[in-house]
Nanobody
Framework: QMQLVESGGGLVQPGGSLRLTCAAS????????MAWYRQAPGKQRELVAD???????NYADSVKGRFTISRDNARNTLYLQMNNLKPEDTAVYYC?????????WGQGTQVTVSS
């Protein structure tokens, strides 16, 4: 059973930056494909970025060039560096761990981009 705890969300002005962190425990972190999802009010949860066990990353078109996903397998930690934030990035951001048919989720962290 994997436990995931996100942190690093908050209120930021447009154009600003935040770094989200997801601390994993309870399972072998390096065995999992990891991802960040987000859900805005009234919208479905969507994939923001994912990263393979070996470190290959994929991004949603809406965040390409602005967000960077990374992982530190030695520290069992997933990161999301978010730059040039826009109001449309406002959402609850969730950490996800995926292996085979199993998915684990964190509780989410709120990111609000507003002036």
């Amino acid at each position: 059973q994997m436990q995931l705890v996100e942190s690093g969300g908050g209120l930021v002005q447009p154009g600003g930056s935040l770094r989200l962190t997801c601390a994993a425990s309870g399972a072998i972190f390096s065995n999992f494909v990891m991802a960040w999802y987000r859900q805005a009010p009234g919208k479905q949860r969507e994939l923001v970025a994912d990263i393979s066990r070996g470190g290959s990353a994929n991004y949603a078109d809406s965040v390409k060039g602005r967000f960077t996903i990374s992982r530190d397998n030695a520290r069992n930690t997933l990161y999301l560096q978010m730059n040039n934030l826009k109001p449309e990035d406002t959402a609850v951001y969730y950490c996800n761990g995926h292996r085979s048919i199993v998915d684990y989720w964190g509780q989410g962290t709120q990111v609000t981009v507003s002036s």
